[in-house]
């Protein structure tokens, strides 16, 4: 069950210190939904109530040290104008894009997260999450950074092809960016979140070079990371990524946790983040967490705690968005094998 002393335990490990237990984390939203089973995804966004329903019961199930509340990576940008599209159980994702112009740019209103689209539901989930739970559980909202906003706004290749061609273009669409999402996870933290879930994942190093992370993706995130803690929260940043040199990067930034993805090698990026930053990650979601056994579910719990707990900074989570097909006795036995371990 949630228990009091997460949140101690959680900036025990920002701060590169020994925590009494390690937390045990779960990007887990599509499977909740599933799992719970009374409404569809789509239903389930749209309504403060029902996301306040179906996650106090999953963190009460499973035994999350968090409430995830990422939902989709649409709420910011309907409000723009981006055409997103999602029914049922399929996750709203942008579809139309807005042209990479000047006048689209200078025509971008910046939202108000107290008013416009579903941003106030979301407010809300969050204010009731953090009244139910207090500091039992970490609640986590959740921006894409700027770069990556960058590419819901005007489709993923754009901003790689605007680096060459309209450099700068780019760089004040992202100084928009900047400032609308800091506002949005200033919000977010002033409703109740105790932390920000900043995504880059278009900046990911299948994408970018280390040089054009440095010269574009990197500041602007920066600046982000800088107003949301200095509003009082923390920040988790999530490239899903597997390079050191990326990962080193992100490192500067200062973040207050660095997430990996489920490709990383954990024993690598804990050895080059020593003394530097704590990181989060990272079980395969969909080979051991939706394709393996209990049993290789809990093995993989097992190697990576191991690794862990063999440095201060190491929280235990998916490397990636949980499918909702995953069997349940696999989310179980990833959060029952993480708590027997994580005392120390």
Known sequence: MPYKGVMDDIRACVALEQPKRIPVFAMSEEFDVRWYGKYTYEETIQSADKLVEVWSAAVREFDYDWVWLQIDDCIEFEVLGVSCVGEENILRATHDYLPAT???????KMPDPEYDGRMPIKLEALHRLKAEFGDTVCVVGSNAAPYSSAGLLYGLETPMLLMYED??????TMDFFVDLQSRWGAAQIQAGADAIWLGDCNAFSGLLSPAHYRDFAAEPCRKVIQ???????????HNSEISIPHIELEIDLK??????????????ILRAARGKMCIMGNIDPIEVL?????????????RLMAIGRQYTGFILDSGEMIPRDVPVENMRAMMRRGHQLAEL
């Open 290 to 302: 939706m394709r393996g056994t209990t049993e290789q579910v809990e093995k993989d719990v097992d």
């Open 167 to 172: 450099p700068a273009l780019l760089r004040d």
């Open 255 to 268: 973040p207050d946790v660095v997430s990996v993805g489920p490709g990383a090698d954990m024993e690598a």
């Open 227 to 237: 107003a949301c803690q200095k509003a009082g929260g923390m920040v988790f940043l």
């Open 102 to 108: 000047r006048e689209t740019l200078r025509s971008l």
